[in-house]
Each structure stands twice: as structure tokens, then as C-alpha cells.
């Protein structure tokens, strides 16, 4: 039997032909390096997504360009062990080093900045005087000693004070929320390396929430990184000014971030809608939402938070995720805005912009906490027995994800 002949074509060259480009611009990391250094991460992954070749060099560039344990080496001599630390205690590294990981950059003046819960302030002290020989820096209002300032005893049984006439502190630190500033620092072969802590009066992304302006609304938590408004800062390098109770006089911020690349944006024109603007004006949002660059991290080896005692739930994620807010017209510029859930039955404070959800935790707390407060007052319950309701919120904000109502009130027309 004759073989049967076969037609010889030529169409497939031009299809060989690419992929030989594309191997010899994706098949070699000191290549596709050069490349993927130059584009933003909204562009890293559109490129990712043309081809199986172009989409394992952007997931090997991705891994060692966002290494988080050789960012944070710069400061802290066992990244893995502080991981652990901000898993226990909900510490959130925000401002300019945030930026930096997340937009692969560096600031040579810059310091790391550390948002930290209400209780967690000494332990998250103590760790780095003691672990990695940061040593306090007082300023000229504060003792020598920073444990004359910070007490190792907290006490979240008490009936929280949900005001917000916090407009003396701002005075001081220029963002709602902060407690205290606290200032270590340590030599290194690196030179002077400085940290600051920030003692939260609520919760870190309450304060992190009122920075100055968009650019810098980014944090890194134990298990991620997240960019609340990844396209404004990476893809535009827009920023947007946030009006708070002390408006924004301090020229030097704005400086410094335009001599970062960032253009400074004083407010959103009118007529603007959340379809058509990086910054998503006038739009429920949740942290991890749609809008959200939500970068997770490596958590190999990091220890999670254990059962905070036998009579709590055990909640091992960070309470970051549990946070909601509407960046919205305020007075004279854009604000973000926000109902805070503060009750002594939850460990942690959370904001949220959703009525059913905030009514129905509301009326939790009062049951709750009075059952609670009867039993300790009765000597049948110990303090540190104290039952904590965190992860039975997080469940009441699954479930209410999808019942919304927003307090908020927008012109409809």
C-alpha cells in the first residue's frame, strides 16, 4: 500500500517563528529581569497572561521581586520570627515601606513604619528592643524609659469610648487614630536604621485609612500586601489628597511624593463617577474587595496565632480583612468615611459601611457584653477568661457580604 501524500504547507512558520521569540525573550531571566523591571505590576500580569512561556517568567520574576523576607532583612535580623510576631498580634507595616515592596522601589531616608493594635503595643516593643537590639529614642515629651510610657497590662474587658474628638491629637501626629508615637532605632552596616511604632487608638486601619493621601493607603500583614488603590498609585502615579479634621498644611509631604514620581491630586472633579476614576469614589469598599491588589505572601514557617483562651474561638487570620469604608465628598476635598465596631466583646476594632451588618454586631454586643460583664462582676468568670467574638464576626461578615445596606446616603442622580 502507497503511502498517501502528504501536503506541505508553510502557515505554521510565522506561528514557530514567535514562539522562538517569545522563548528567547521569556526563557532567560537575566532578559525578561530587564523587562519586567520596567513595567508596573498591572502590566507584569497582563504579560503573564499572553502565553504559558510569558506566564512562568512573570511567576519566577514575581517571586523574587516581591520577597518579603529580604525586604524586611533591611531592618529586622529574623524576618520569619517578626512575621510570626504580626500574625500574633495583628501588626501591620504601612506608609512609605508598603509602597516601596509593592512598587519595587527604594527610598534611601526612609524608615519602616508599624501600626499596632491597642494590647499589643509592649509585646511588639519588647520584641524588637530585645530579639533585634533596637534601642528607644525618646522625643523631648517622653521618658527614657519606654516602659514607664507603655504598660505590659491591657485590659479589653473595659467598655470602649467610641468618640471620635480626637482633634487635640492631631495636633501632634496629623492622623486620627494614633495613640502614641514611639521612635527605636539601631547602627547597622547599612547605617542608621529607624522605626517607628504607632500606638492605634482603634485599630491600625483606622489609622492607616486617614493617611494624607492615597499613594501611601497600603500596609503588609502577616499572610499579604494590600494596595487599597493599586491603579491611582501604580498605574497613574495619582494621589489623592484625603481631607481629614486637620486639613493637609505641611507642603514637605507633598514634595517629597511628587519628587517620587506621584502627581498630587487635591480632589475629584465633578460629574466623577466610581466607573471612571483610579480611586473609586463614592463606592462601598471592603479590604480585598475587586478594587483591592491583594499580593499574598509566603507564610511557610510562620506561627499562627494561637486560641486566645479557652473561652474564644480560634482566629488566626488578620483582623485587616474585617474592615470596610467609602471614600466620599467631606466639607472642602474627599474623606474617607466609616462607621467604627468597637465592644469589648471582640479583641479587635473594625470599621465597615454596612448598616445591616453594623445594627446586627450592635445589637450582639449589648446581649453579650451584658452576660459577660454579669458573670465577671459575679466572680463566675475570670478576666483572662474573658470570651472574645472575633471569629463569630467574621462570620456575621460573610454572611451580611451579600445582605448590604450602606449608611451612607449618595445622590442617586
Given at each position: ?23 528567547e ?121 519606654y516602659?514607664?510610657i ?21 495636633l501632634?501626629?496629623?492622623i ?13 552596616p ?20 486617614n ?6 493607603m497600603?500596609?503588609i ?19 489623592l489628597?484625603?481631607?481629614?479634621a ?16 506621584f ?37 511557610r ?43 469589648s ?5 473594625y470599621?465597615t ?13 449589648i ?17 483572662e ?15 451580611f ?13
Open positions: 500500500m502507497s503511502p498517501i501524500p502528504t501536503k506541505h504547507t508553510s502557515q505554521r512558520l510565522p506561528r514557530l517563528a514567535f514562539e522562538c521569540a517569545v522563548g525573550l521569556f526563557g532567560r531571566a537575566p532578559i525578561y529581569d530587564a523587562i519586567f523591571s520596567c513595567v508596573s505590576p498591572h502590566t507584569l500580569v497582563r504579560i503573564g497572561r499572553s502565553c504559558r512561556i510569558a506566564y512562568a517568567a512573570s511567576k519566577d520574576f514575581s517571586h523574587r521581586a516581591y520577597n518579603i523576607h529580604r525586604h524586611l532583612s533591611r531592618y529586622l535580623s529574623e524576618p520569619l520570627n517578626f512575621r510570626s510576631l504580626q500574625a500574633r498580634t495583628g501588626t501591620l507595616i504601612a506608609g512609605s515601606n508598603a509602597l516601596q515592596f509593592l512598587d519595587r522601589t527604594f527610598y534611601p531616608e526612609s524608615d519602616m513604619d508599624l501600626y499596632v493594635h491597642p494590647g499589643h503595643v509592649r509585646e511588639v516593643l519588647d520584641y524588637l528592643v530585645e530579639r533585634e537590639g533596637y534601642k528607644f529614642k525618646p522625643d523631648s515629651t517622653q521618658p527614657r524609659d516602659r514607664e507603655v504598660s505590659d497590662e491591657w485590659d479589653g474587658t473595659q467598655i470602649r469610648d467610641e468618640s471620635l474628638d480626637d482633634d487635640e491629637l492631631l501632634y501626629y496629623q486620627r487614630g494614633v495613640e502614641s508615637v514611639l521612635s527605636i532605632e539601631k547602627r547597622s547599612d547605617g542608621l536604621l529607624k522605626i517607628q511604632l504607632i500606638a492605634c487608638k482603634t485599630s491600625p486601619f483606622d489609622a492607616i485609612i493617611f494624607h493621601s492615597t499613594c501611601v497600603n500596609f500583614a502577616f499572610d499579604a500586601a494590600y494596595s487599597l488603590y493599586p491603579v491611582g498609585t501604580f498605574e497613574k502615579r495619582e494621589t489628597s484625603v481631607w481629614r486637620r486639613p493637609l498644611h505641611d507642603l514637605t509631604v507633598v514634595i517629597k511624593y511628587g519628587q517620587r514620581g502627581a498630587w491630586i487635591s480632589t475629584v472633579p465633578a460629574g466623577t463617577s466610581s466607573q471612571n476614576s483610579p480611586f473609586y469614589p463614592f463606592t462601598d469598599r471592603t479590604v480585598g474587595d475587586c478594587y483591592t491588589w491583594k499580593l499574598p505572601l509566603d507564610t514557617g510562620v506561627a499562627l496565632r494561637s486560641q486566645m483562651n479557652p473561652s474564644s474561638s480560634v482566629f488566626q487570620c488578620d483582623p485587616v480583612i474585617y474592615n470596610g469604608w467609602a471614600l466620599e465628598r467631606v466639607q472642602h476635598g474627599m474623606g474617607t468615611v466609616y462607621k467604627t465596631i468597637q465592644s466583646v471582640f479583641r479587635y476594632n470599621t459601611t454596612n448598616y445591616k451588618l453594623n445594627f446586627k454586631l450592635w445589637l450582639f454586643a446581649e453579650q457584653g451584658f452576660l459577660s460583664r454579669i458573670l465577671l462582676e459575679r466572680n463566675l468568670l475570670e478576666k477568661s474573658w470570651p472574645w467574638f472575633d471569629a463569630e464576626l467574621a462570620s456575621y461578615w460573610e454572611t457580604k451579600h445582605d448590604f445596606l450602606s449608611f451612607i446616603r449618595r445622590d442617586s442622580t
